[in-house]
């Protein structure tokens, strides 16, 4: 059974760019979560997304990112106008259909620099 | 929100040595976790423990939810367990489960 997986795992992009992250959550599992990992800090919760729906973007900053999570295909998290601050480790955390108190399993994370 | 404080924030210790660290959290909370980010950055997952007492070879957790505090005991360190130990709790925030992670004990094992 594959883990939850995360691609790129590194990317690299300059000051303006565009960053696009993909998560491929566990099989069978629809509910999507997204963290940031600052340096030296730890994981803040940025946004939860089931299939074609944002349930809760309260960790999302107001401007220039976004996520999605398709019917078909991974979710994605997007950051336009990339600036350094946004350097930092993402992850994506996956976990099956409500059913009680699940437990979220973590993706390898990707690694943003922006130069 | 809820507030997970972990201590001691920096932890060195000698191969072979034991060591306890410590997670705080201020509300009551449906689930817990400990976690090792090892130094390549995998967070791997180490306990779901939301009480009660688990062990895993040379690792072991309790959490007292009635006191609100959780426990990872290492023992006869190894120099693979250096990295950074996170506690995340779960809260039922509107019909799931919302995770706050503490800063982190960051552990180097020196041999």
């Known amino acids: 059974n594959a883990g939850v997986m995360q691609n790129p795992r590194h990317l690299v992009r300059r000051r303006g760019q565009e960053a696009r992250l993909r998560c491929s959550p566990m099989?069978?599992?629809?509910?999507v979560y997204w963290y940031r990992q600052l340096p030296e800090e730890g994981l803040k919760f940025m946004v939860y997304?089931?299939?074609?729906?944002?349930?809760?973007e309260s960790g999302m900053p107001k401007e220039r990112f976004s996520a999605e999570f398709p019917k078909e295909g991974p979710s994605i998290l997007r950051i336009q106008q990339v600036v350094r601050g946004d350097s930092a480790a993402y992850f994506c955390?996956?976990?099956?259909?409500?059913?009680?108190?699940?437990?979220?399993?973590f993706g390898p994370g990707t690694r943003l620099l922006v130069l | 929100g809820i507030q997970v404080e972990q201590s001691p924030p920096d932890l060195i210790l000698q191969e072979g040595a034991n060591s306890t660290l410590r997670c705080n959290f201020s509300d009551s909370v449906n689930n817990l976790q400990w976690f090792h980010q090892n130094p390549w950055g995998q967070l791997i997952n180490l306990f779901y423990i939301p009480s009660g007492t688990k062990q895993n070879g040379r690792l072991s957790a309790t959490t007292v939810a009635t006191e609100r505090y959780s426990l990872l005991y290492i023992s006869s360190s190894q120099t693979t367990d250096s990295g950074v130990y996170f506690c995340?709790?779960?809260?039922?925030?509107?019909?799931?489960?919302?995770?706050?992670f503490g800063i982190g004990t960051k552990l180097q094992v020196i041999p």
């Open positions: 997304l089931q299939k074609e729906n944002i349930i809760d």
């Open positions: 955390a996956s976990s099956p259909p409500r059913t009680g108190k699940e437990t979220q399993y």
């Open positions: 099989k069978g599992h629809s509910h």
């Open positions: 995340a709790v779960d809260r039922d925030s509107g019909g799931y489960q919302k995770v706050t």
